[in-house]
């Protein structure tokens, strides 16, 4: 069995999704499709959502109208047959008549949820009509009666094999399943999602849960890159990646992977393919339990970040002084992501701004404390990098221009990060390029 999963931009256009039916008819091995919705809708759903929380109803209802013509459009684009097009206009009609009796109704939190399932059904949905008109043989097979979380969002693979492989016996002479990505039941029962970009999640997931031979994830880039291509000219694919180096780039903003989706592949050892729909020949990245080669890969950045300086001399020879000062961030649920050291001050940082005045209100009597924003955490990742000769010199050299905050280096054997300026981000990622790449 092996997991394919194509991402909004592969079935967001017509051509999109004929290309998609001819990817997962060329194997001989059963494979489960798993579906995100179409580029674009899920925003949609969300501005859909955010207006009815507003209680503007009046821009729900032009966002929902605007996307119902989007989808006729696309349908009609779609399918030649009059049958397969009218199955495809109910489908359609009856989503869109759910949003508007949801519109009518007060709003609620879950109500939003539901909302926001309707891009993975409505896309699967269509995709086995589109299907049934090609004749290729199919189940659809609805994610929110086997993919769920716990009361903690957490999702377990245990309980998804037992409820997916009892659903997938009910068609045991099928190859081909169709399920959709993101959407899954919480504790209460209620329809509810794994988070933007969940779909990959999804994907790993079900792949453990089936012991798939693969889990391909589909997008519309040849696999992870060694660079930001949206910020440096040249980069290239990398060729392979091992689960701890793969985690590090997608934490670090590599968009291309959701970060929680590494875990499931890795802890039941599916290896992970990033593959291109528009370039389905190209070799993309395998992601598996071996690095593939060592030395440098990639360099990654995430913006956002903010560094806190704690400074106090009554640091120098004591011991506890950590703990009492992560402690502060614990109890405020904020992950700390960087931390370097001196003997009278230590510096963190941390991605996520919510509860910074209550962090820096508790953190005061421990010392001096300053918080500097808008800085970027550049990450060069590895295998064995902290081992490889002249791998500092060549990341300093590089560096040799740009003003750098904080350094961590290692943490682990696969990666060495840098904090700078967020205005010095683009010049570091150039830089870095070239310095470490040979690319300009
Ligand atoms: N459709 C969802 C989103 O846009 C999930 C996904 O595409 O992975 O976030
Ligand atoms: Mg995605």
């Known amino acids: 069995m092996k997991v ?5 931009t592969s079935v967001g256009k017509p051509e999109r999704m004929q290309q998609v039916s001819e990817l997962i008819t060329r194997t001989d091995e059963p494979v489960i499709v798993v579906l995100s919705a179409l580029s674009g809708t899920t ?21 929902i109208d605007k996307l119902e013509t989007h989808y006729q459009g696309f349908i009609s684009d779609l399918l030649k047959a009059e049958t397969t097009l009218a199955k495809a206009k109910n489908i359609v009609s009856e989503h869109f008549e759910f949003l508007n009796i949801i519109l009518k109704i007060s709003f609620s939190e879950a109500l939003s949820k539901d909302i926001l399932a309707q891009g993975e059904l409505l896309s699967t949905k269509l995709f086995s009509v589109y299907l049934k008109e090609k004749k290729i043989d199919h189940a659809l097979i609805p994610a929110l009666e086997f993919m769920a979380i716990d009361e903690n969002d957490e999702p377990h693979v245990p309980e998804i094999k037992i409820k997916l492989s009892r659903l997938l016996q009910q068609h045991s002479g099928k190859k081909l399943f169709i ?40 997008t ?66 395998l992601i598996t ?35 009492k000062i992560f402690e502060v961030f614990e109890k405020y649920r904020t992950s700390i992501d960087m931390i370097t050291t001196s003997e009278v001050a230590v510096s ?33 990742v590895g295998n064995e990098i902290v081992q490889t000769p002249d791998m500092l010199k060549r990341l300093f ?44």
């Open 4 to 8: 394919m999963k194509f991402g909004g």
């Open 43 to 63: 925003n949609a759903l969300v501005s859909i959502g955010e207006a009815m929380a507003s209680g503007n109803r009046e821009l729900a209802k032009q966002h």
């Open 179 to 218: 399920t959709q990505g993101y959407i899954c039941r919480n504790a209460r029962g209620e329809v509810d999602n794994l988070k933007r970009g969940g779909s990959d999640y999804s994907a790993s997931l079900i792949a453990a849960a089936v012991g798939a031979s693969v889990c391909e994830i589909w």
């Open 220 to 285: 519309d880039i040849d696999g992870m890159h060694n660079n930001d291509p949206r910020i440096v000219n040249k980069t290239r694919p990398i060729e392979q990646l091992s689960f701890g180096e793969a985690a590090e780039l997608a934490y670090f903003g590599a968009k291309i992977l959701h970060p929680a989706s590494i875990w499931p592949a890795q802890f039941f050892k599916v290896p992970v393919k990033l593959l291109n729909t528009m370039e389905p020949s190209a070799a993309g990245t």
């Open 289 to 323: 339990e071996e690095a593939g080669s060592v030395g440098v890969k990639a360099v990654a950045a995430k913006d956002g970040i903010i560094a806190i300086n704690i400074k106090s001399s009554r640091m120098l020879l004591a011991y506890g002084f950590l703990r």
């Open 348 to 380: 963190v940082t941390i991605d996520n701004a919510g509860h910074l005045d209550e962090i820096v209100r508790e953190l005061e009597p421990f010392g001096a404390i300053s918080v500097e924003k808008n800085y970027s955490i550049i990450s060069v």
């Open 397 to 440: 050299d590089a560096l040799s221009s740009v003003p750098v905050r904080m350094v961590s280096y290692g943490g682990s054997k696969h990666n060495v990060s840098i904090l700078t300026s967020s205005e010095d981000k683009t010049r570091t990622l150039q830089l870095l390029n070239k310095g470490l790449f040979g690319l300009e």
